[in-house]
């Protein structure tokens, strides 16, 4: 069955680099879109982000700019930039940017400046602190707004030092929503004509990652706290040493807890009146975690998970990126492949399909500058007295 490529034919402009923006662009390039990306002439900083380097380039890069066409504009150039300019003019359906705050403004790439010449365009900024506020003029980065939008306050144990989640969950997050909003923006503008501004923000993001947070403090004052695997509100759902790992269990109701007594054979835990409801075992949730860890400590996660299992009660293993990679349920999804012009660089690929078939990387990561010419055209030879044309 063929491939299905919803944003075939919708041309894309990616102005910015690091993660968010790049991420985004990869994701409408993924779905089918022709993706320009535009970096200065040192290239996107992403390129430099550490081993293991492919070709010079870091794999880092590789894997958030595929599927893309790459140009180099020297965008405080009036000249390059008013080339650019006339590329969005021409081609472009959508933009999107994650510049520092004020930059597009400044250089005349702002979406009021682009819209009033081009108003069917689409324009998204993928911005830091968001549009408006007393820190709208402050750049941002996934760290930081892990910290500032509470995340890394709920993340790791209590009476440790803060944690990040390891994976860049804003700053991919943020992406998500850009593609999400530059989507309903095209929809809109199939059945209207008119362009929009989409704007996305990492504060906005990190807020909307709280969801679950927030009305408990809203409405009871409670403040969370860090519970390593656990959740706020039920008991037993955290991970639980075995005698060689750690087995993950999510008995999230009365049912299953039942069901887990009998698979643990500690059915006298039925009758304990601080174990009857889920509402009370959370309060006493210190005291059952310890008896179920003591007993799980007795056999293998594998053994442990056969049983849990079998009872009907949800489990999973503590898995590192190898034990990932290599299960037979990764390998059956494809969910990681290669790209086309990059076999040497196995990637994590678009986790949709369309009638059960996973849009697949038509490209790899672009050299730098490697298609300035064919979306620009030849920068002509310097004149006598020192300015150049195009």
Known sequence: MKAVSPLSGVVVVEIGGSLSAPFAAQTLGDLGAEVIKVERGDGDDARQWGAPYIDG?????????RNKHGIVVELRDPQARERLIDLIMERADVVLQNLRPGQVEKLGLDAQTLRARKPSLVYCNLGAFGRCGPLADRPGYDPLMQAFGGIMSVVGEEGRPPVRVGPSMVDIGTGMWAVIGIQAALMHRRETGEGTTV?????????????GYVPRYVLDGE????????????????AFQTSDGYLVVAAGNDGLFKKLCHALD????LDDARFTTNAVRFVHREALNALIEAVMRGASSATWMAKIEASGVPCAPVHNV???????QTQALGMIGTVPGTARVPQTLLPISFDGVRPLPRGGAPRLGEHSERYLGAVKPEKEDGTSKH
Do not use: C
Not at 199 to 211: H, K, N, Q, R
């Open 223 to 238: 403040i969370a706290k860090p519970m390593g695997s656990g959740q706020v509100g039920i008991a037993p759902y955290r």
């Open 266 to 269: 500690r059915t006298q835990w």
């Open 199 to 211: 704007d996305v923000s990492l504060f906005e993001t990190a807020i909307g990652w709280m969801m």
């Open 322 to 328: 190898r034990d990932m990679v290599e299960h037979p």
């Open 57 to 65: 380039t870091s794999s880092n890069f590789h894997v958030t700019n």
